[in-house]
């Protein structure tokens, strides 16, 4: 099996700048594929460390960008900026063991991801993203099984959803 040659990092961000995304995403992008890619058995600590200071700095860049507009957040972007909050805030000691730091860069990783993800989606207003999807059904659920099978002839099942075989078929 032949693989494609593995362009550096510098490389890989020319050819990708060229299709129109800002090189930041592009770098951020590039640095959460490296942290994923690291093993715990064969990382050196200063590499762990050196991967934390520098995703700490692009998490906090990119979430100020993404969540400067307080207005119009949900409760679920509410709560993932806390979850960012809580993960710049609370680093790695210097004394914590390797599997810590690990874990923590890992973590990093994953909330810079997100945080990519969300300053590439467009932007707009909450009007429109509500009335852009399609209603949901609405089935009224019986209340009763015994009327509900009376009233349409069908058995009912105990999980209260009519059997999809009618009864009366005459088998």
Known sequence: MTHPPINSSRE???????????LDVIYAELDVRRVLALQLGTTTRSTLDEAASSLRGKIIAFADEVFAAEAGMT??????????????????????LSHEVYAHIRAQARVLRKLIAMKQQPKESPARST?????????PRPTSTTGFAERTGTYVVPSGLASPIPEGNGR
């Open 75 to 96: 409760s679920t972007d509410r709560g993932f900026k806390l979850e960012v909050t809580h993960l710049v805030d609370n680093q790695p000691l210097p004394d914590a």
């Open 12 to 22: 890989a961000a020319d050819n990708t700048a060229a299709e129109g995304r800002p």
């Open 131 to 139: 009335a852009a999807r399609p209603p949901l059904p609405v089935r």
